[in-house]
């Protein structure tokens, strides 16, 4: 697959645009006509700069209201023609792009406006260039890639082509048999082909493209079925990524750029599992990686700050089953859970203690193969991590993940699986508290800040077997942050990201303070809340208090048996309720800066309780804001117990 990103996509000026799209390994480049304008070198120039990055020119783009111009201002059309033609042979490409008229003043009719490609063919044809025509969803008289092909058809140029956008043809959603028939258009008349995915909004079309626009793959467009049917022409030309959305114009050059190479990298494996043998695009690699569970999730933390942290996980329940062999690592446990907290001086989970102070930086998924798992994760371009073992330990396999953090990738069937036997000896925890009958993780919520989520929701689904719900707005009282469920069918990989934008939410707060984004909480599945809760009261853990406004509003909303209602107040328990079943929260206070511990009870709920969240907020921000007033870590400490 060639790939090729426009320009706008973007931020920054022309020459940082041009570097971070060669980082992140694109073969070509758009050039959009108001970066080239407002940058002072020459066209020339440009031209060389892309070159000198290994960059091909794929199009020039965009050339406006062509086809269909009475005159007088149809002979002025063709001498603006002709200065574009100028540039492009200055900045060494051979197309351009002509979208579809939009002026008032345009006259319609397919022959009309095929004559004045087939004329526009002449011209370009005496300097060696292509046209390629759009429609833009919005043309005046052509809005659809079927119309704009027909004008091609009869225009009979062999300098003039079709651009196929699949934001223009798949906004108007047209049906999946329509997108079928791209496949009968001959390959050599697709002149390039432009990609976008957007999130289904009801708005204006304009509108809605010229800001929404996102990667393929991050959007709900079928996006992959309309790459697929231009494969089956045999099309081996650019697929060029053309994106209009303002958090990508505000946002870091290079990581956008590295998310349209990751975005197609994943369409070529999309339309190779759908096409087999049929289609030359797409890398082999492994498919996706089936989630069987969280591993473990490894906090860092110091021999000073740890014993806070263990004094929490034994309130919960947690006892010490084993220390690493090499380094400073314990292991706790209780049912299938299993966290690590690692003090080691050396190393990089110091190094993010010295970042974040004690965090939960690293997790391991359980996958189905480990191996294939990191293949397919460097092939979409995962950076892997590598640090040194002991002789005889383990070399578990990782990528970096959000805020720089791990992300190991261990299974059943390879030695992985039992890392906790190999590396680790075990020892008898003389004061562990009883256990709280907690059985496994439910969920893992990260904190990213706003513009990062998309990128880590196209990094999970398009490495594992996950996909995602629509996001919801969490209201906090500083602020709204949204939330956004990764998860596959079986329930054994829940991940939420919440994406904070401002430091006021209390997801904001957590990422100024820790110095990014990270795990935010961790969330344990018991199968009876109440008799959790009871055990957690047995061992001193102390809940976070929930106002007793809520039940009131509880009983009343749900029409609870106010029993239930009074436990659910005595033990600080919220309540959820969907078209499938119910839902149990408790939270712990939170630890440090805003870092804590969910336990849930899920009877048949898909859901994650967002309709509480904005109670457990303002109780967690309560909790913060007395803590700032106490100050110093003995108080805190005693706030926690
Ligand atoms: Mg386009
Ligand atoms: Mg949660």
């Known amino acids: 697959m060639k790939t090729s990103i426009a320009t706008v996509t973007i931020s920054g000026e022309l020459p940082e645009k041009l570097e971070a799209i060669a980082a992140a390994g694109f073969d070509g480049v758009e050039i959009f006509e108001n ?223 590295a998310d349209g190479h990751r975005s197609l990298i994943y369409l070529g494996d999309q339309v190779r599992r759908t096409l087999g043998g049929r289609t030359a695009i797409g890398k082999d690699m492994p498919p996706r990686a089936e989630v069987k569970g969280v591993g ?87 950076e892997p991590f590598h640090q040194s073992v002991g002789a005889g330990e383990l070399d578990i396999p990782a990528i970096r993940s959000i805020g720089g953090g791990l992300l190991y990738l261990i299974d059943d069937k390879s030695p992985l699986g039992h890392f906790a036997e190999v590396d680790f000896e075990t020892v008898q925890d003389e004061t562990a508290l009883a256990p709280a009958g907690l059985l496994n993780f439910d969920h893992v919520a990260q904190t990213v800040s706003y513009d990062e989520m998309l990128t880590w929701l196209l990094f999970y689904t398009s490495i594992f077997a996950a996909g995602k719900s629509p996001m919801v707005d969490i209201i906090d009282p500083g602020g709204v942050v949204r939330s956004q469920v990764i998860e596959n069918d079986s329930g054994t990989l829940r991940l939420t990201l919440n994406g904070a934008e401002n430091r006021r939410t209390l997801a904001g707060h957590f990422i100024a303070e820790k110095f990014g984004s990270g795990i935010q909480h961790l969330a344990f599945r018991t199968d009876d809340i109440f008799a959790t809760a009871a055990a957690l009261r047995e061992n001193g853990f102390t809940t976070l208090p929930i106002s007793p406004n809520y039940y009131d509003d509880l009983e009343a909303r749900f029409g609870l048996d106010p029993d239930l209602a009074e436990c659910l107040k005595a033990g600080n328990i919220l309540y959820d309720r969907d078209e499938q079943g119910e839902y149990f929260q408790l939270y712990s206070r939170t630890y440090g800066e805003g870092f804590f511990f969910e336990i849930v009870e899920r009877r048949e709920y898909r859901g994650y309780g967002a309709a509480n969240a904005i109670f457990r907020i303002a109780a967690l921000k309560k909790q913060i804001s007395r803590m700032a007033y106490l100050g110093s870590k003995a108080d805190r400490a005693s706030i926690l117990r």
């Open 296 to 382: 473990f999730v490894e906090f860092t933390s110091s021999e000073e700050d740890a014993p806070e942290l263990v004094g929490i996980l034994r309130a919960l329940g947690f006892r010490q089953t084993a220390r690493h062999r090499s380094k400073k690592v314990a292991l706790f446990e209780q049912g299938d859970i299993r966290l690590l907290i690692n003090t080691d001086e050396a190393g990089f989970a110091n190094a993010a203690y010295a970042v974040h102070g004690t965090a939960a930086y690293a997790m391991a998924l359980n996958v189905e193969d480990a191996a294939d798992a990191y293949q397919r994760a460097l092939a979409l371009d995962a």
């Open 35 to 257: 970066d080239f304008l407002a940058f002072d070198g020459s066209p020339a120039d440009v031209g060389r700069m892309a070159r000198d990055l290994g960059l091909t020119i794929t199009l020039f783009q965009p050339f406006r209201d062509f086809e269909g111009m009475p005159e007088p201002h149809r002979s002025r059309t063709f001498d603006r023609a002709e200065r574009k033609f100028d540039v492009m042979q200055q900045l060494g490409t051979d197309l351009v792009l002509v979208c579809s008229n939009v002026s008032p003043i345009s006259l319609g009719g397919i022959d009309r406006a095929a004559a004045d490609f087939h004329e526009l063919g002449e011209r370009a044809a005496k300097r060696g260039l292509r046209v390629g025509y759009e429609a833009l969803a919005w043309g005046r008289h052509i809005n659809d890639h079927r119309d704009a092909w027909e004008i091609v058809r009869r225009a009979d140029h062999a300098n003039i082509g079709l651009v196929l956008d699949s934001f223009h043809t798949l906004s108007r959603k047209i049906d999946i048999n329509s997108i079928r028939s791209i496949r009968s258009i001959p390959k050599d008349k697709i002149f390039i082909v432009q990609l976008a995915d957007a999130p289904l909004i009801d708005m204006d079309l304009l509108y809605w493209s010229r800001h929404f626009r996102n990667m393929p793959g991050e959007g709900d467009l079928p996006v992959a079925a309309f790459t697929s049917a231009i494969a089956e022409t045999g099309y081996d030309g650019y697929y060029s990524l053309e994106i209009f959305n303002d958090q990508f114009r505000g946002g870091s050059s290079r990581a956008i750029a």
